[in-house]
Nanobody
Framework: QVQLVESGGGLVQAGGSLRLSCAASGRTFSSYTMAWFRQAPGKEREFVAVISWRGGSTYYADSKKGRFTISRDNAKNTVSLQMNSLKPEDTAVYYC?????????????????WGQGTQVTVSS
């Protein structure tokens, strides 16, 4: 089992950057595929990015390509999301998620563990 705690959210102006972090507990963090999802008010949770257990493979939602970068440090049990050129439509609660599924899934149904979320607000 793994527990996830996100941090790094906040208020930023459009065009700015934020770096989200997710700290994971447990000795088997390196065996989990990790992802970021987000949920805006009144909308369904949507996929942002995923990274393989070794960090060698990543996959992004189309609208995030080139602006967002997911990375992980298995020695520190952390996964990060660097977000650049932020837009007001990026405003949402961002969630870190983990799964033992080895594929790069964009479906929230494939993820077994979730953090509590961190709020990102982008002002225009």
């Amino acid at each position: 089992q793994v527990q996830l705690v996100e941090s790094g959210g906040g208020l930023v102006q459009a065009g700015g950057s934020l770096r989200l972090s997710c700290a994971a507990s447990g000795r088997t963090f390196s065996s989990y595929t990790m992802a970021w999802f987000r949920q805006a008010p009144g909308k369904e949770r949507e996929f942002v990015a995923v990274i393989s257990w070794r960090g060698g493979s990543t996959y992004y939602a189309d609208s995030k390509k080139g602006r967002f970068t997911i990375s992980r440090d298995n020695a520190k049990n952390t996964v990060s999301l660097q977000m650049n050129s932020l837009k007001p439509e990026d405003t949402a609660v961002y969630y870190c998620a983990a799964t033992r599924f080895l594929g790069l899934s964009s479906s929230s149904h494939d993820y077994d563990y979730w953090g509590q979320g961190t709020q990102v607000t982008v002002s225009s």
